[in-house]
């Protein structure tokens, strides 16, 4: 995503200068790629606000592996 952001933030850029050079076959190219980064970042942001990561902390398997911890009391 941040790529990708850093790609849409330089394309207002490139395509003043295809107007100003006169190159109506690149300003239609990044006039149709601002138009699908847009729309892929607004994409990307809705699946990131929609699933939020949940930490389930880390499985203790030590007593259904057979390892379990040395008891404190003598043996």
Known sequence: ???LEEIHANLPDRLQEAE???W???VAA????LA???QKLAAMRDVAA???TVHL???DFR???GRLPPSSGSD
């Open 50 to 52: 929609r699933h939020t």
């Open 36 to 38: 699908a980064a847009e």
């Open 57 to 59: 902390g880390m499985p």
């Open 63 to 65: 007593s259904s592996a």
């Open 1 to 3: 995503m941040p790529r």
């Open 20 to 22: 100003e050079q006169g």
């Open 24 to 26: 109506l076959g690149e």
């Open 30 to 33: 990044i006039e149709a790629s």
